[in-house]
């Protein structure tokens, strides 16, 4: 039998669970809350670097010889804040990644649409396949002079929507074979 005085009732226990998710709570904020701080003192800013990245692939890929230079149109207070709350889940590498695999992407109605933000969002689980090498990763010489041979053959990019630069059109044609090499289908 259990001591009656040392004993608590359903009511002791819901106000201990509640303060139990209240501390958790405050732990999470004060995790993140430190690791703004570490980001200050570093010099880092994820989120800057991944709305930079994402500018920069919009640029090549859409606006590339505009006159002045035209950037991506980001709404720079819904945005921010999404890339800010995906970095509580994915680290900042694996978010570029994404964002590199969404440019690749030559879905129609992307290309139509200029790669929207908003859609990346909605899509980011797609871009999300681990076991295709990062466009990033080196290309080898001999991977990009296949490349270059196989677009001489076509007369130049032969994919649709055509690629906005030669440099995109062999690293998409040398990511699709290292998809193809691993049974993956990505482009």
């Given at each position: 039998m259990s001591d009656p005085a040392h004993s608590i009732d359903d009511r002791q226990v819901k106000a201990l669970d509640a303060k139990?998710?209240?501390?958790?709570?405050?732990?999470?904020?004060?995790h993140d809350a430190l690791l703004d701080v570490k980001r200050a003192i570093s010099h880092e800013n994820p989120v800057r670097d991944v709305l930079a990245l994402y500018d920069e692939l919009w640029i090549n890929l859409y606006a590339r010889n505009a006159k002045p230079v035209v950037h991506y149109e980001f709404n720079r207070v819904v945005d921010p804040a999404h890339v800010k709350r995906l970095l509580k889940v994915f680290d900042t590498n694996t978010l570029k990644q994404r964002v590199t695999r969404y440019f690749l992407d030559r879905d129609l109605f992307l290309v139509k649409n200029g790669h929207p933000f908003n859609l990346f969002?909605?899509?980011l689980n797609t871009y999300g396949?681990?076991?295709v090498p990062s466009p990033s990763q080196a290309v080898t010489t001999a991977e990009r002079e296949r490349a270059l041979q196989m677009r001489k053959a076509w007369g130049g990019c032969g994919h649709k929507p055509r690629c906005a630069s030669s440099g995109a059109c062999v690293l998409a044609i040398i990511t699709?074979?290292?998809a193809q090499e691993q049974q993956v289908e990505v482009i």
């Open positions: 139990v998710d209240a501390a958790i709570q405050l732990v999470a904020r004060l969002l909605s899509r396949v681990v076991n699709k074979w290292r």
